[in-house]
């Protein structure tokens, strides 16, 4: 996969694409579904996911993204990565976990937590269930 491909070049996912749908300048303007489909973890489990943003320099400092999960999908809430996430409902009604405690989550609610703990769609209420988030890693020299 990309995924594996960036792993073994040592460069972000996002790195492979930074030119992609770059004209010049210091802005990325992605337009309403253009976000490039990519696999994750998720992705087994049914989760479809966009990248939003793709040019990020050579270090990757966070990624963002849309989530779909549909009637076809499973829930999956054992994701675990280093940095902080955001999650911001769009659509549907799910019970997130993260750790011990279950969060739920409907259309306007968002959700912010460390990556490191396990966390992951627990139960789903309503589908499609449509999400962004958007995970932010720590740099060198930071403090956890």
């Given amino acids: 996969t990309l995924q594996r491909i960036s792993a073994a070049l ?5 790195m492979l694409f930074r030119d992609f749908g770059v004209e010049g300048g210091s802005a990325q303007h992605v337009r309403k579904g253009a976000g490039m489909e ?3 973890r998720g992705t087994k489990s049914g989760h ?6 793709y040019d990020q320099g050579p270090t990757k400092t966070f990624e963002p993204f849309l989530i779909t999960i549909d009637d076809q999908s499973e829930v999956f809430p054992d994701f675990e ?3 902080t996430e955001f999650i911001y409902m769009l659509e549907g009604r799910m019970d997130y976990r ?13 959700l912010t937590f460390r990556g490191e703990v396990p966390h992951g769609p627990g139960v789903l209420h ?7 988030t958007v995970i932010v890693y720590p740099q060198r020299g930071d403090a956890d």
């Fill in 126 to 132: 309503e589908v499609p269930i449509r999400f962004i």
């Fill in 48 to 53: 479809t996911y966009h990248l939003l943003a």
């Fill in 98 to 110: 993260h750790g011990e405690q279950l969060y739920t989550l409907l259309p306007g609610d968002s």
């Fill in 10 to 14: 040592g460069v972000s996912l996002s």
């Fill in 81 to 83: 990565h280093p940095g």
């Fill in 38 to 40: 990519v696999v994750r």
